[in-house]
């Protein structure tokens, strides 16, 4: 009969690495989702080659920080960071984050490297396969049943009977797998979702900018944040980067700057709109 070896103070402990490993998982995916608008490829490297990197960074971090159950055995959160890998990045980031996930757990060595270097493998196909079903647009369904499909592979072979995490009870494979499970579903939420906010805000930019209105923001001091089409050519730009981070002190008259800045501070100041101007 199969046996739990871990006594209740030493699951606590697990689950606080586990909790903290969910946290860094969740930080890496979310600093890429709100970066990815400002990189760019280079040094030859797509953009999924860098998302795949940095999910691969995000894994060796998760295991780095895992919890060790036996001398070589290991429980983080990797399969989080692998399937959105593959899943949102395709076949070119789940290469980076594979390879640099399997070579760190090769290093780190131990009774469980084996199973340890499968569920990074299975972990990615699995995604992958999920990502040529799913097409074009990849729903957070398609996160759920990829979450499902991880997590039974890891609990299939964690209990196998050449698994050295076999003997630790279904319990604690349950709990582990679980975790995993959220954290895949987690991950993809967060992509998902902020994907769906930077195409809403991509939308209303190209609106706002073929206009025939005049759009503009401003920062504090008065300069030139955003300006549609109709601002640029209103004031001889021939696009609307040219106006980034200039006044009106620097496109008209001084005493015509100093009533518009006068009026944008007011608005400031009280909060309130400056209507029919």
Known sequence: MPHSSLTASGMAHIWQILLGNLAMVALVITGWAHLTPSIRPRFGLSREAYFGMTMGIGAVISMAMSAEIEPGVYFDLRAGLVVSAALFG??????????????????????GVTIGVAGIVIAALLSLLARKVAGSKILFGHVAVVALAQSAAAYLIGSSSISPLHHLGGAVAVAAVGLNFFCILVSGFIILKVRRIRTERDLLRAALAQSPDFYYVKDRKSRFRFANEAVARFNKFDSPAGMIGLSDFDLTQNHRAAELFEEERRIMASGSPLLDQ
């Open 90 to 111: 395709g076949a070119v980031a789940a290469v980076f984050t594979s390879v640099m996930a399997v070579a760190f757990r090769l290093w780190m060595s131990g009774a």
